[in-house]
């Protein structure tokens, strides 16, 4: 998937930018209180978008 698929699709389901880190981007899911880190790469694994969606408690793309 790419990462701005999996960008709009944290932002749909009312995740927000928390910081930037030096390779990962920290996404904060507001009414869970939950914390992922989405590294930046152009193309993320499908496991590793499965991870993202479990930690934020979001249903997968």
Request: one cysteine or more; proline letters at 8%; glycine letters at 4%.
């Amino acid at each position: 998937m790419k990462l701005a698929e999996l960008e709009r699709h944290l932002r749909h389901h009312g995740c927000v930018l928390y910081r930037e880190g030096a390779a990962h981007s920290i996404w904060f899911n507001p009414p869970l209180h939950k914390i992922a880190s989405v590294p930046r790469h152009r193309e993320i694994k499908e496991g590793t978008v499965r991870a993202i969606c479990k930690q934020l408690e979001i249903p997968r793309p």
